[in-house]
T-cell receptor, first 110, second 115 residues
């Protein structure tokens, strides 16, 4: 079992729709959870972090964490073509090491 | 510096030569990561430093790859006897020692091309 798992996609959503990106992790003691966005040819950039169970909203982005289910998700409301990118889930485990998933490619269509 | 700095930004080398890639992390960041990313692929973990020690070097693909970190700051990734399959973007990231601020910040990467 991979430490952090994501569906590779591509996930295709029409402009204006909600994009839902999901991630599961194996280390039950994990404490910190992050979402990164990576445009083609660029380095990953941090867009959201969440530490507590529940929802955290930042503009059009909402991160959701369920530690009991070992599940973290990212919702993007009113998706725009500029949101088309690969989204990487990252988790800090009990050894304080940050581990990345392989990413989900999102395509927002006109 | 304000961000993670990597050098060189591009490197073209002949097969069989050795190369050194440098990463200068954000000041005060004790954790440092090296990743490799081939075209269209995900991040491939190589090695993780906490201070000058490397508690996890499980991602280094062969003994041709090595990395060191000195003074808890700059890190160098060395690839000996480069092969064409080593061609990729090598990314470095660093993160804070604060327990609740472990997000990593990435450099712009070194694009390595082995010809």
């Amino acid at each position: 079992q991979k430490e952090v798992e994501q569906n590779s996609g591509p996930l295709s959503v029409p402009e204006g729709a909600i994009a839902s990106l999901n991630c599961t992790y194996s280390d039950r003691g994990s404490q910190s959870f992050f979402w990164y966005r990576q445009y083609s040819g660029k380095s990953p950039e941090l867009i959201m972090f969440i530490y507590s169970n529940g929802d955290k909203e930042d503009g059009r982005f909402t991160a959701q964490l369920n530690k009991a289910s070992q599940y973290v998700s990212l919702l993007i409301r009113d998706s725009q073509p500029s949101d088309s990118a690969t989204y990487l889930c990252a988790v800090t485990g009990t050894a304080s090491k940050l581990t990345f998933g392989t990413g989900t490619r999102l395509q927002v269509t006109l | 510096g304000a961000g993670v700095s990597q050098s060189p930004s591009n490197k073209v080398t002949e097969k069989g030569k050795d190369v050194e890639l440098r990463c200068d992390p954000i000041s005060g960041h004790t954790a440092l990561y090296w990743y490799r990313q081939s075209l269209g692929q995900g991040l491939e973990f190589l090695i993780y430093f906490q201070g000058n020690s490397a508690p996890d070097k499980s991602g280094l693909p062969s003994d041709r790859f090595s990395a060191e970190r000195t003074g808890g700051s700059v890190s160098t990734l060395t690839i000996q006897r480069t092969q064409q399959e080593d061609s990729a973007v090598y990314l470095c990231a660093s993160s804070s020692p604060l327990r609740d601020r472990t997000e990593a910040f990435f450099g712009q990467g070194t694009r390595l091309t082995v010809v």
